[in-house]
């Protein structure tokens, strides 16, 4: 078991307000001149479900908080669709400094901020993970496209990482909000999965595969693991 592992809650929320302060004081990546606040991320440090979104936007520059403007209100719609609040869940983004004109973020500059994340979800160590985007997507998922596995559960060492469209980008089509607003549906099940694989992994067991279906899709079986 790694040191992590038996960290209080305490100490995990210290380590996390740690990062955060790194990434404040951040100049490993251009971003920061032209970025009015850092968005570290916030909420539970012993938080199941982890959302990870793409980097902050404009009110999310202004407030130094993840998903605060209209795609943070669409997130919180989807929480409490599947009974969550915003404080039991951790919010992060790949990239912590906004990009200007909500540009895309550059692969270099991607590469420097990830540390951030991974210290972040080591900490926090998630059973579920749930990707906004494809730039997370591709965090776990290199490759892969959001329009072929949007909904659909994956495993990924010992958790399951659930790929979504962007809320900001269902907010703009409104087939693509019913797509989010059913694959999010999927969430609690998806929980419910990962928690008997973090009791099936913890037991002695051979070494667990990395980044593939968590189920063989059959055709009676309603694929929770489908796309
Ligand atoms: S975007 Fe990330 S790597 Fe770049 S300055 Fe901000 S915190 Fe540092």
């Known amino acids: 078991m790694s040191q992590i592992g038996t960290l209080s809650i305490e100490d995990k929320q210290e380590a996390l307000q740690s990062i955060a302060a790194e990434v404040r004081q951040c100049q490993r990546c251009p971003l920061h001149k032209f970025a009015i606040k850092g968005v570290p991320g916030e909420g539970a440090a012993n938080a199941e479900v982890m959302l990870i ?20 209100q669409f997130l919180g719609e989807l929480l409490r669709s599947v009974g969550l609040r915003r404080d039991e869940v951790f919010i992060a983004n790949v990239i912590k400094h906004r990009p200007p004109e909500n540009r895309d ?39 892969e496209r ?4 949007h909904g659909t559960a994956r495993r990924h060492g010992n958790r399951l990482v659930l790929p979504l469209y962007h809320p900001a980008a269902a907010l703009h089509q409104a087939s693509l909000r019913r797509t989010v607003e059913e694959d999010f549906r999927r969430l609690p099940e998806v929980l419910v999965e990962s928690r008997k694989l973090a009791a099936a992994t ?8 990395t980044a593939r279906p968590v189920a063989p899709p059959t055709p009676k079986q309603l694929g929770l693991f489908e796309g």
């Open 53 to 72: 979104g793409e980097a902050p936007g404009w009110h999310e520059n202004q407030q130094g908080r993840p998903f605060v403007g209209a795609a943070g």
């Open 105 to 143: 973020p550059q692969p270099d500059e991607i590469a420097a901020c990830l540390p951030y994340l991974d210290r972040q979800i080591e900490l926090i160590d998630p059973r579920v993970i749930v990707t906004l985007g494809r730039f997370s997507m591709s965090k776990f998922f290199p490759g």
């Open 146 to 149: 959001i329009s072929r596995i």
């Open 202 to 209: 913890a037991a002695p067991a051979p070494a667990a595969e």
